[in-house]
C-alpha cells in the first residue's frame, strides 16, 4: 500500500492533471526553459483547486513565492541551505541514486527521499533492483519513495521494499485515472 504518489510533469497542461487521481502529487521539474510565472501561477492555482499537493524542482525562492507545498531537491544539488524554512507544511523532497546521496538528502532537511532508478528505464539502464535497492533503503533514516522503470509489470515488486510511496511519468500517466493509494 502506498501512502502518496507523484507524477513529474514539466509544462502546465490542464487536462492532463485533470484526468489523474485526486490523491497524485504533482512535481513541476523544468531544466530545458525558462521559467514562466504566469504557468506557474496556473499550475499552482489549479493544483490548489483540486486540493492536490505541487512541488517545484530545485528553486526554493518560486516555490515560496507562489506558494508551492514543497520543493524537490534532485540528485545533483549538494547545497544545504534547505533547512529551517519559514513556512509551516512546506516539505523537502529530494531524489537519491546510492548511500552517500541519501545521507546528503537527509542533512538537507528532505522529509521524503525518492530512491531510484528501482528498475529499467529508457533512459538508464542501471538500476537497483528491490535487494539493492532494499539494502541501500536501511541507511535512510526518513520516508522512502521508489522512482524509476516502475509499470503494470513489477508494481507488486515494489511492495516488497516497504516504501510510502511511487514516482513517475509514464506508468502514472497510463494508469493515472485508476490509480489509488490503496494496495495495488
Known amino acids: 500500500m502506498f501512502k502518496s504518489i507523484y507524477y513529474y510533469i514539466d ?18 521539474r523544468n531544466y530545458s526553459r525558462k521559467f ?3 504557468e ?4 499552482v492555482t489549479f493544483c490548489k483547486q483540486q486540493r492536490r499537493k505541487v512541488y517545484i524542482s530545485n528553486n526554493l525562492r518560486l516555490a515560496l513565492k507562489f506558494n508551492f507545498d514543497g520543493v524537490y531537491i534532485p540528485s545533483f544539488n549538494k547545497i544545504l541551505n534547505y533547512k529551517n524554512i519559514p513556512k509551516k507544511n512546506f516539505e523537502i523532497i529530494g531524489s537519491a541514486h546510492n548511500v552517500k546521496e ?10 521524503k527521499i525518492f ?10 539502464k ?29 508494481i507488486n515488486r515494489v511492495n516488497l521494499c516497504s516504501v510510502k510511496g511511487v514516482a513517475g511519468i509514464s506508468w502514472v500517466k ?9 494496495p495495488f
Open 126 to 154: 542501471n538500476f537497483l533492483g528491490t535487494t539493492k535497492f532494499n539494502l541501500i533503503k536501511l541507511y535512510a533514516k526518513k520516508d522512502i519513495v521508489s522512482l524509476g522503470g516502475i509499470n503494470e509489470k513489477n
Open 174 to 182: 497510463k494508469n493515472g485515472p485508476s490509480i489509488n493509494t490503496g
Open 102 to 111: 541519501i545521507i546528503n538528502k537527509q542533512n538537507q532537511g528532505c522529509d
Open 36 to 38: 514562466n510565472t504566469k
Open 11 to 28: 509544462k502546465f497542461d490542464r487536462e492532463e492533471i485533470y484526468k489523474l487521481n485526486k490523491t497524485i502529487n504533482i512535481i513541476y
Open 40 to 43: 506557474i501561477l496556473q499550475l
Open 115 to 124: 530512491l531510484c532508478p528501482i528498475f529499467k528505464t529508457s533512459k538508464n
